[in-house]
């Protein structure tokens, strides 16, 4: 995504809002229509980010946490500050 400043001094909140445009951008690559990746929390000392994945696929035999390991190689790719992404269990 063009625009997202990189590097030391960013805050919280400006890493916060260019993970959820990531996910944002993320969201179609999944094709999955009825599902929404949504920024549950993100901690900058460890760089940890809880993504929740709302809603289902139901024409897929797979859910949309399997696409997890893809999911964090676009956000550790596009947001260098997170390390870490782990898919929230849903409620």
Do not use: Y
Not at 20 to 42: D, G, I, K, N, Y
Not at 46 to 66: F, T
């Amino acid at each position: 995504m063009k625009g997202l400043r990189r590097g030391p001094g960013r805050t919280a909140t400006v890493i916060e809002n260019s993970i959820a445009a990531v996910l944002l951008e993320v969201t179609p690559l999944l094709r999955m229509e009825h599902s929404r990746l949504e920024l549950e929390e993100f901690v900058p000392a460890s760089g940890l980010l809880k993504v929740r994945i709302e809603g289902n696929c139901p024409d897929c035999l797979g859910s949309p946490a399997m696409f997890a390991p893809a999911i964090e190689a676009h956000v550790k790719q596009r947001v260098p500050e997170v390390r870490e992404v782990r898919i929230a269990a849903p409620d």
